[in-house]
């Protein structure tokens, strides 16, 4: 069995994959100081509560924090006896090609979204990923990443906004019933839901524009079917597209040897 490791800048994702299909998944917050011992005390207590027994022989992980990926080393060494592949690193191979200007390092979730949308809706797509950033990767005809866009994520523009001035409360990211907000935490509201509507189907189309041909949208993340009641903004919405992603590229590595 597979363990996939999907480590964002906020939250960590643990998913067991059987060889057929995802029997568990678990979200914890992403903390650089948890050890190899911490992971496994955590993940074995929620195996044990949900009578899961898998016999985990492999993992994977995708890791956008640098500092976390030692213990996790550790931690599938240590308890799995195994070497877990880690996306961007030796040792671990795409099934597709990246081409981008020399010297680039493109983020491992960005690399894997490629590789998961390309596998479920082939190429000629952008996906727009709702995490700590909003980003737009651009995945050509063949499958190759071929770059994309980077913008402060909605929590993040929210929590700047509140920081920076010491009257705007903090609200909540949900679709206002109108855009002329009528107060404080209503215009705010409405600011950031078709604020950030306006960003996703501007960025879209320029993008389009650019390449010169209709493209398929997918939206993926925790916020996506949230914006998705604002407009049309995405043509397919993928709920664990960065897991199966990871499911992907583990299945490519194990078949090159």
Not at 25 to 44: I, N, P
Not at 153 to 158: D, E, I, T
Not at 180 to 192: K, L, P, R, Y
């Amino acid at each position: 069995m597979l363990l996939a490791i999907d480590c964002g800048n906020t939250n960590t994702v643990f998913s067991i994959w059987d060889g057929e299909t995802f029997i568990a998944h678990w979200r914890t917050a992403t903390e650089w100081q948890r050890t190899a011992d911490q992971y496994y005390v955590w993940l074995s207590s929620l195996m044990h509560f949900q009578k899961i027994e898998a016999d985990i022989d492999e993992v994977i992980v995708s890791s956008t924090v640098p500092r976390v990926v030692f213990n996790l080393r550790v931690f599938a060494d240590r308890y799995f006896g195994c070497r877990p592949l880690v996306v961007g690193k030796e040792g671990c191979d795409l099934p597709v090609d990246v081409r981008v200007d020399a010297g680039t390092a493109v983020g491992p979730d960005r690399l894997v979204n490629t590789v998961a949308g390309y596998d479920l809706h082939g190429g000629d797509l952008v996906i727009v990923d709702f995490g700590t950033a909003t980003t737009f990767d651009v995945v050509d005809s063949d499958g190759a990443y071929i770059g994309g866009v980077i913008a402060p994520g909605v929590n993040l523009s929210l929590e700047a906004l509140h920081q920076a001035a010491a009257a705007l409360p903090n609200v909540d990211v949900r679709k206002p019933e109108q855009v002329i907000g009528t107060n404080t935490i209503a215009c705010m509201e409405s600011g950031v839901f078709w604020g950030y509507v306006g960003l996703i189907n501007g960025i879209t189309q320029r993008i389009m524009e650019e390449r010169g041909r209709k493209l398929k949208i997918i939206g993926t993340g925790g916020l996506a079917p949230l914006f998705q009641q604002g407009h049309a903004l995405f043509d397919v919405f993928e709920d664990e597209l960065t897991i199966h992603g990871l499911v992907v590229i583990n299945a490519f590595n194990r078949k090159n040897g």
